[in-house]
C-alpha cells in the first residue's frame, strides 16, 4: 500500500490508522501547491480532485476520502478493534462521527485556513465551530475516546483536526476535555511514529 499525503493535512488521520492496523506501507509526500509528488509524478493521475488523502492498494486501485479510507483499513485489520462490526448499531455510530468530523469540523477548519478569508466571515465560522467543540466535549465526558473505551478510526480523524487548533489560532481552553483528549491520543505509539514520520513532532 502507499498513501499519498501532505503533513499535517487530514491525511494524517489513514497515516494514523494504517501504523494502528500494523499495515505494511509507504508514503509519498505531495505538494499541493504544485500538484506534483516527491517523485515529480502529477498527483491528479492519482486522484483527479487533486486532493488528499489517496490510498494506492496493492493491486495499484485507488481509494480517496479520508472516511471511506480509514473504514477500509479498519475492516480489513478487523483483530486490530479499530472500527465496530459491519452492520452494528455501533458501527453507524462510529460513521455518525466520522460525519460529523467531516461536515461540522473539518470543512470549517479547511475554510479558516484561507488566509484572506473576510474577518467578518471569520469571526461566524469561529462561533459556529465553538458551538461544535462544545458538542464534542459534552460527548467525551467520562470516555477515553469518541466511542467509549476502544479507540477507533474516529479518534484518528478527530485528533487530526483538533491538532488543526493552534494553527488556526483556535483556542480551546474553554473546553478542557478537548485538550486532554489531544493529549491521550497524541500520545499514542503509532500516534508519535505518524507525526514524526510527517515532520511534525518539536525538535
Known amino acids: 500500500m502507499k498513501l499519498y499525503y501532505a503533513p499535517g493535512a487530514c491525511s494524517l488521520s489513514p497515516h494514523i490508522v494504517l501504523r494502528e492496523g500494523g499495515y505494511d506501507f509507504t508514503l509519498e509526500r505531495v505538494d499541493l501547491a504544485t500538484g506534483k509528488t516527491e517523485t515529480g509524478a502529477d498527483y491528479k493521475s492519482v486522484n483527479p480532485n487533486g486532493f488528499v488523502p489517496a490510498l494506492m492498494l496493492d493491486e495499484g486501485v485507488v481509494l480517496t476520502e479520508g472516511p471511506a479510507i480509514v473504514q477500509y483499513l479498519a475492516d480489513h485489520a478487523a483483530d486490530r478493534n479499530l472500527a465496530p462490526a459491519a452492520g452494528t448499531l455501533d458501527r453507524y455510530r462510529l460513521m455518525q462521527w466520522l460525519n460529523f468530523i467531516s461536515t461540522e469540523l473539518h470543512k470549517i477548519c479547511g475554510i479558516l485556513f484561507d488566509p484572506e478569508l473576510p474577518d467578518g466571515v471569520r469571526q461566524k465560522l469561529t462561533g459556529r465551530l465553538s458551538q461544535r467543540f462544545a458538542s464534542v ?52 505509539p503509532a500516534v508519535q511514529q505518524a507525526l514524526a514520520a510527517e515532520g511534525l513532532l518539536p525538535g
Open 137 to 188: 466535549s459534552d460527548a467525551l465526558a467520562g470516555r477515553t475516546f469518541i466511542l467509549g473505551d476502544q479507540f477507533t478510526v474516529a479518534d484518528a480523524y478527530l485528533f487530526t483536526v483538533l491538532s488543526w487548533a493552534p494553527y488556526l489560532k483556535l483556542d480551546l481552553s474553554p473546553w478542557p476535555a478537548l485538550g486532554a483528549y489531544v493529549g491521550r491520543i497524541g500520545s499514542r
